[in-house]
Structure formats: structure tokens, C-alpha cells
């Protein structure tokens, strides 16, 4: 061989496997069963790896079997005529709300609290050219035609965005939006001409809580996104649907984002076998999701969100401790637990354990305050919370010492 080729040769080669691998796989697992952060820390298993390897070696920008099989399969479950495959449930959203829309002005109608507001980093704007009209629900849960209808902008005034699409999430923080609402919603839509799209990235987690089939909880809406990711588990993936010419046109606008994809077969595999052995486990999440709210409420833990589906929104405050120094004290015992602030996400990976030891830290903690004279007291209510609370230490003047 050709010295100067060898030469780069060498430099090309990596190996990305630690000596420790597998004993590093084990103990992250085992930190994804304590690990209270989100349901997008689950991991795949070795089964699921022994499936997805076997799928099919085409590239989907072209062909690719196995992720057809799985689009075909997710339009079908869901009602639709068709369902394209993206890398998130971002880019399902986004990819939506670009294809919903055709030339400016727009305006969305979205709830303040959902992902596609606060957590896409402005992409409707950015992709779209759409203004966003975030709503705050009265009802402090979830958005009615209520709250919709006064905020719809009509007509031909120069001077406004007209409504061309109503944004819904589904879970929402956990929540289940109420299928009446969703439909008196979108016949309200229907009659004015206004699109509906679903975040329905915890959609799973209705259909297994209220027995809901998928095509039913879909029938209102003209499209939705569907993670798998989240709370069936898999590595990576995302399917919209919606009509044929829809899906056709964001097939278009995923390959202008960037989002054309190759050999997914490997990815398919692992959404299917998520589908299959996953999505049968969410009653379970759902119960220890109850016990771990049930648990708080013992020990007079405010609850600002409760245990719907697989998230608990919880306010220590009551019991006179701060979210630092429960993530202290977690991070610190023998078996460490990962917690951010108010929110608590139980998944197909946690250990009832973690649930139990979480509780413990709890009621020593509270027992110390009592000891320290500090009596508990209630939840300071406001009416719509912002339930989402990051832990935030206390910041402290400097003192002479430290000049």
C-alpha cells in the first residue's frame, strides 16, 4: 500500500468502544432507572437491537422497505392516509406548520405552555414566517374553544395576521386534553377554514390511559406528530400524519431541512419493536406515576400538576424545602437519583425502587425541618402556575473573606 495513503488511513481509524463498555452500558442503565429528568433518557436493550438489525439496508430519501412498512403501519393505526418518517418531534411539528401554511401572513394559535411555543426555539417564525398567538387556558388545564375563539383573527385587514392553523397538544405537562374539546375545537376550525395539527408526541400515553384507539384520538385533527423517543423508548424518530398531498409536500420540506434520512431500516426497527413491547407497559408508568404523587401528598408535598399520565409536578415549598437542596441530597446518596426542579417524569426504565428511595428523601427531609421548627403550610395558588420550575440555588453576597 502507498505510504502517504496508509498514513491517513491511520489517521480516519477510531474506535468509539471503551475497553468498559458494556459494564458502562449496565451502570447507565441503571442511572436511566433513577433518573427523574425525562422520558427522553430511556435507552434502547439488547432486544431491541437484535430486532432492528435485522430490518431492511435501503435509503429513504430513495426507498428504504422497513420505514415504509413502518409509515404504512403508523398512517393505518392512526387513521390517515399517510405518515412520514422525521429524525424528531420537532421537525414533525415544524415540518406541519410549514406545509399547513402557504404565503404570509399567518398566525398560529397555540397554547403558552406547549413545546411548539416554548421549546423549538422560535421555529415557526423562523421556518414559517408565522406569528405565534400563545394562549393561557382559563380553566388553568387546557385550552377550550373558549379561549380559541376570541383570539381568531379573520378578514382582510392590512393590518393583522390572519388564523390559518390551531396548534394543540396532547399530553400537555403530562395532561390529557379532553377529546370533546378537541373536537368542538376543530368543527369550530372546520366551519372558518382553519387547520388543526396535534403535538401528539405523549399520545401513547392517552390512548393507554382513557383505552382511546389512536385512529379516534387522530379523527379530529388534519395532522399530527407522533414521537416514539419519548415514552415507547426508542433511540430516534418521529412520524406526521396526514393527507397524501400533505405528507407529499413535507416529504419536500424535510429534505429542504436537512432531514432526508438514509438507511433508516435500523431506526424503523427499533419504533416497531417500541410499538410492540413498549406501548403495552405505559398502565404501569401511568400507577407509579400515581404512587409517586400519592407519596408526596403524604408528606403534605404541594402537588402543582398531578399524575395524569407519567409526570408529577411537585412544590417542596410546603414542607419548607428548596428543589437545590432535594437535588443535593439525591445526587449524593449511595444509589444517586437525577432530579431538575418541579417536575418528575416516570418512564418505561424506572425502578419502583427509585420511587421509594425518592419518597424517603423526602420524609427525612421534612423531618429535619421539623426538627428545625418549620411547620407546613399550602400550596400559594395563583391560577395558572407556571408548574414548570427549574432548581435554582440561592445566589449570596460575597463577604470580606473572600475580597
Not at 241 to 260: E, S
Request: hydrophobic share 40%.
Amino acid at each position: 500500500m502507498d505510504s502517504k495513503l496508509a498514513s491517513i488511513i491511520e489517521q480516519v481509524k477510531v474506535d468509539i468502544i471503551t475497553p468498559t463498555q458494556q459494564c458502562d452500558n449496565a451502570r447507565q442503565l441503571e442511572e436511566v432507572s433513577r433518573t427523574f429528568i425525562s422520558d427522553t433518557i430511556t435507552v434502547p436493550t439488547k432486544e431491541m437491537f437484535a430486532y432492528a438489525v435485522q430490518t431492511s439496508l435501503g435509503d429513504d430519501v430513495y426507498n428504504e422497505p422497513s420505514t415504509i412498512a413502518l409509515e404504512a403501519h403508523i398512517a393505518k393505526l392512526t387513521g390517515k392516509e399517510a405518515a412520514l418518517f422525521v429524525s424528531s418531534g420537532t421537525m414533525g411539528n415544524q415540518l406541519a406548520i410549514r406545509t399547513h401554511l402557504q404565503q404570509p401572513p399567518n398566525s398560529i394559535i397555540c397554547d403558552v405552555r406547549a413545546h411548539i411555543n416554548k421549546y423549538e426555539a422560535g421555529g415557526a417564525a423562523i421556518h414559517s414566517g408565522a406569528l405565534q398567538n400563545a394562549l393561557t387556558p382559563k380553566n388553568g388545564h387546557h385550552l377550550t374553544l373558549k379561549d380559541i375563539e376570541p383570539h381568531v383573527v379573520f378578514g382582510t385587514d392590512v393590518h393583522s395576521a390572519p388564523t390559518r392553523i390551531i396548534c394543540l397538544e396532547n399530553t400537555l405537562n403530562g395532561t390529557i386534553m379532553p377529546q370533546s374539546d378537541i373536537i368542538d375545537i376543530a368543527n369550530f376550525a372546520l366551519k372558518n377554514d382553519i387547520l388543526m395539527h396535534l403535538d401528539g408526541a405523549r399520545l401513547w400515553h392517552v390512548a393507554a390511559e382513557t383505552r382511546t384507539p389512536i385512529d379516534e384520538l387522530c379523527a379530529p385533527l388534519d395532522s399530527v406528530s407522533l414521537c416514539f423517543s419519548k415514552g415507547l423508548g426508542a433511540p430516534v424518530g418521529t412520524c406526521l400524519v396526514g393527507p397524501k398531498p400533505f405528507i407529499q409536500k413535507a416529504r419536500w420540506f424535510r429534505k429542504i431541512f436537512g432531514g432526508g434520512m438514509r438507511q433508516t431500516g435500523v431506526l424503523a426497527g427499533s419504533v416497531a419493536y417500541a410499538l410492540t413491547h413498549n406501548f403495552p407497559l405505559l398502565p404501569r408508568v401511568h400507577a407509579l406515576a400515581k404512587r409517586l404523587q400519592a407519596g408526596l401528598e403524604e408528606l403534605q408535598v404541594g402537588i402543582l400538576s398531578p399524575a395524569e399520565t407519567c409526570m408529577v409536578f411537585y412544590d417542596p415549598s410546603t414542607i419548607g424545602v428548596e428543589y437545590w437542596e432535594i437535588i443535593d441530597r439525591a445526587a449524593a446518596l449511595p444509589n444517586p437519583i437525577s432530579l431538575t426542579g418541579s417536575r418528575l417524569v416516570v418512564h418505561i426504565q424506572t425502578s419502583p425502587k427509585a420511587v421509594e428511595d425518592f419518597l424517603s428523601l423526602i420524609r427525612t427531609l421534612k423531618e429535619e425541618k421539623v426538627q428545625a421548627g418549620i411547620v407546613p403550610s399550602p400550596v400559594n395558588s395563583d391560577g395558572m402556575r407556571n408548574v414548570y420550575v427549574r432548581a435554582a440555588r440561592p445566589s449570596h453576597p460575597l463577604d470580606d473573606s473572600t475580597h
